[in-house]
């Protein structure tokens, strides 16, 4: 898991897309990058994004605004795995 990048977004937003029936906007992705509360992930494999977490702090709460694994790698749980370390991020982070 690492931080989610400019070059991430198309692949982010194409997941999305794929994913749910009212997607966010490539838009949406990119407010995350500068958002003070925000400290957005993406799950790889092999240097391919197979997921992404966009879990906010405000002031002592982490909360998750979104969270998907991408359909060929859904059942692993690799949403579990991406949860629980936001968890402990936003924990370290002060929540």
């Known amino acids: 898991m690492r931080p989610l990048v400019e070059t991430d977004l198309d692949?982010?937003?194409?997941?999305e897309q794929e994913s749910r029936?009212?997607?966010w906007s490539l838009k949406q992705f990119?407010?995350?990058?500068?958002?003070?509360?925000s400290y957005p992930h993406v799950l790889t494999l092999d240097d391919e994004v197979i997921g992404y977490?966009?879990?906010?702090?405000i002031a002592d709460e982490v909360q998750i605004q979104n969270i998907v694994v991408a359909?060929?790698?859904r059942g692993k749980k690799l949403g579990?795995?991406?949860?629980?370390?936001?968890l402990q991020q936003g924990l370290d982070r002060g929540a």
């Open 71 to 73: 359909s060929n790698h």
């Open 30 to 37: 990119a407010a995350e990058l500068t958002s003070a509360n």
């Open 80 to 86: 579990e795995l991406l949860l629980n370390i936001a």
């Open 53 to 57: 977490i966009i879990p906010w702090l």
């Open 21 to 23: 029936p009212s997607p």
């Open 11 to 15: 692949t982010v937003a194409q997941i």
